[in-house]
């Protein structure tokens, strides 16, 4: 049972139809910070890619900020740095699932493999 006078206090401080709950919000048409860093990965920048035709041609082509970091991040794991190598897997092939065991149920190698691949199959 609600308490005497507590819903008339709550409604007294509720938003007005129409009204802004935060008036000095975001202003409309700003840029998010995802929106920004995709912007930002799209740019060409200095690194310039240098590959060979078929003909034998040298071409020089600049790349973009995002291949570059993929570029240097591929170096990098090649290198041997381990936490390069961490993340170029976990974002090739994804993050390993935890799954908690217990010991009374039955579980088997193949309801936990079938589990992963309906997980997999809704990402």
Do not use: W
């Amino acid at each position: 049972m609600a308490h005497p006078g507590r819903v008339e206090n709550l409604l007294k401080h509720q938003y007005k139809k129409g009204e802004s709950g935060n008036v000095s919000g975001r202003p409309k048409g700003s840029l998010d910070l995802t929106t920004l860093l995709r912007a930002s990965l799209k740019q060409k920048c200095d690194v310039v890619n240098i590959y060979k035709t078929a003909k034998g041609k040298t071409v020089y082509k600049k790349v973009t900020n995002g291949q570059a970091i993929i570029s240097s991040l591929v170096k990098k794991a090649v290198g041997g740095d381990l936490n390069a190598i961490g993340m170029v897997f976990d974002r090739d092939v994804g993050r390993p699932v935890q799954t908690n065991i217990n010991e009374n149920t039955d579980v088997t190698i193949e309801k936990v493999l079938h589990e992963l691949k309906s997980e997999k199959d809704v990402l």
